[in-house]
């Protein structure tokens, strides 16, 4: 059972004088709990086709699948009802809630997908500790820097335990030490089962996950996993003279 | 590797294994622990060259250990040496060579190449990346080095992405 699945995918943006084709004809399947990274040049169609598997951009033909379940046919509100249930989306930007606290950010999609209180309290408790944030709780989203809300970002975005997290270059405004923190909590929650599907030209972030998909103009030129031989050292890439 | 001994040397007198052992400590796993062959040839030469002189010292039941000692013209040799800037390439490279030259085979496939090429570094930055996990913040040569060798990959990569743009 998949937990997402495209049948010949396409996107065209017919707004200017001219179609263009940003998606062309991608089948792709994920299954639980996989970690799939999407790589490839600009312009090749990665942002286009994270944001239609969640629904925030329409098809122009193609079938969409989420846990077995056909959602491109879904009316707008249909569609945004299951989002709130099933996916998890984290963006360059951040779009957190500005008048509302960091923990309240954090506990409302837990709350809209149907968590208890409780529940959604003590989701947003250990995000936010794992994300080293816990003293930020009842800040404003102003109130902190580019890389905090970042971190804030994700963890609203895993607060409703969904069937799959999807992410677009999620690492883009973080420093070493705050990605340290973002890759450890995306590795931690990978280990325990969370699929994901992520957009990233970071190669640190990329490298966490089972498998890649290249896309290039519109189409997968390449899809195999990621390689794990856990022997290696620096003096692979760097030789010390 | 000649004058990495010359400068450790250059803290005090050590014997071969010594100088083996202070280059671990100070890489941890970050970097491939090096040779004690390689480590005694080139103490051999530095020798030679008048860099370096040994000093045969006797142990009980044990053959004499040879202690090494920088001599003021191995430190003239490690003080130039710090003072230049560091000359020569910065990036030595393969598969650039590979790319450009595979059409001349007519067998290899360059989209193909670059994604196996792509698939092979993200596998050299997950081992980065543990090894990153494994290794102590307070460590700091082999944290900078790691982070080092994520950033020259982190190009690589983005020298690949363009590479791949231009087969459109």
């Known amino acids: ?241 | 590797m000649r004058l990495h001994l010359l400068a450790l040397l250059a803290k005090e007198p050590a014997h071969g294994y010594e100088l083996k052992q202070a280059l671990e400590q100070t890489f941890g796993s970050a970097y491939p622990s090096p040779n004690i062959g390689q480590i005694y040839v080139t103490l051999g030469r530095l020798e030679k060259d008048g860099l370096v002189r040994a000093v045969d010292v006797e142990q009980s039941n044990r053959p004499n250990k040879k202690v090494y000692y920088l001599t003021a013209k191995g430190r003239d040799v490690l003080t130039t040496w710090v003072d230049e800037p560091t000359e020569g390439p910065r990036v030595r490279d393969e598969f650039f060579m590979k790319l450009v030259l595979a059409p001349l085979t007519g067998i290899a496939d360059r989209m193909a190449l670059i994604n196996r090429q792509r698939r092979h570094y993200l596998s050299l930055m997950s081992d980065l990346n543990d090894l990153l996990s494994r290794t102590a913040p307070a460590d700091s040569v082999a944290v900078l080095l790691i982070e080092g060798a994520m950033l020259h990959l982190q190009a690589d990569l983005d020298w690949l992405a363009r590479c791949q743009e231009d087969l459109a």
């Open chain 1, 1 to 241: 059972m998949s937990v997402i699945k495209t049948v010949n995918l396409v996107k065209i943006y017919s707004d200017g004088a001219v179609p263009v084709p940003a998606v062309r004809g991608v089948d792709l399947q994920v299954e639980p709990g996989e970690f799939v990274a999407i790589m490839g040049p600009s312009g090749s169609g990665k942002s286009t086709l994270v944001h239609m598997l969640g629904g925030l951009d329409t098809r122009t033909s193609g079938e969409i699948w989420l846990d077995e379940k056909r959602v491109d046919t879904l009316s707008e509100s249909a569609w945004a009802l299951l989002r709130r249930k099933k996916v998890g989306f984290v963006f360059q930007f951040f779009n957190l809630v500005a008048n509302m606290t960091v923990a309240d950010n954090v506990e409302l999609p837990a709350l809209l997908a149907g968590a208890s209180p409780r529940d959604a309290r003590e989701r947003r408790q250990s995000l936010l500790g794992a994300l080293n944030l816990t003293e930020r709780a009842d800040a404003a989203p102003g109130q902190l820097s580019g890389g905090e809300q970042q971190r804030v970002a994700l963890a609203r975005a895993l607060a409703n335990q969904p069937s799959v997290l999807l992410a677009d270059e999620p690492t883009g405004n973080l420093d070493s030490r705050n990605t340290r923190d973002v890759l450890r909590l995306l590795s931690d929650v990978h280990k325990d089962g969370q699929t994901i599907v992520m957009v990233t030209h970071d190669a640190r972030v990329a490298a966490l996950a089972d498998r890649l998909v290249s896309l290039f103009d519109g189409a997968i030129v390449d899809d195999g996993r990621i390689a794990r031989r856990r022997t290696g050292t620096a003096g692979e890439v760097i030789d010390l003279r």
